[in-house]
């Protein structure tokens, strides 16, 4: 299993994180990705521990204005989410990559 660090620069394309120690400390947004059979899959980046495949991309900005956080979670962290937020946490369940 490998997992690849990807950001998006400022004219909005996705590349590659060079210097993975510079990635924790930048206002970018990282995002990892997992290689499974030739092709990536967003990670879950639930407290950055997850490295499970992400199950639905979240909105917890749509939320509360200034609220930030993850954005990709797998099935399991993706559920415990919802039932915190009573089931009202915007997301999409089909990710394609």
Same mark, same amino acid.
């Given at each position: 299993?490998? /997992?690849?660090?990807?950001? #998006?620069d400022?004219?909005?394309?996705?590349?590659?994180?060079? =210097?993975?120690?510079?990635? %924790? *400390? !930048?206002? /970018?947004? @990282?995002?990892? @990705?997992? %290689? +499974? &059979?030739?092709?990536e899959?967003?990670?879950? =980046? @639930? $407290?950055?521990?997850?490295? *499970?495949?992400?199950?639905?991309?979240? #909105?917890?900005? +749509?939320? &509360?204005?200034?609220?930030k956080?993850?954005? #990709? +979670?797998?099935? &399991? $962290?993706?559920?415990?989410? !919802?039932?915190?937020?009573?089931?009202?946490?915007?997301?999409?369940?089909?990710?394609?990559?």
């Open positions: 299993m490998e /997992i690849i660090i990807k950001y #998006y400022i004219n909005g394309k996705l590349r590659i994180a060079k =210097d993975k120690n510079k990635a %924790v *400390n !930048q206002k /970018i947004s @990282f995002v990892r @990705f997992k %290689v +499974l &059979k030739n092709s899959w967003p990670c879950c =980046d @639930f $407290h950055g521990k997850c490295t *499970n495949k992400a199950y639905a991309e979240v #909105y917890p900005s +749509l939320m &509360k204005k200034g609220k956080g993850w954005s #990709y +979670l797998c099935r &399991k $962290h993706y559920y415990e989410e !919802q039932k915190r937020f009573n089931w009202k946490m915007p997301a999409c369940l089909s990710i394609e990559w």
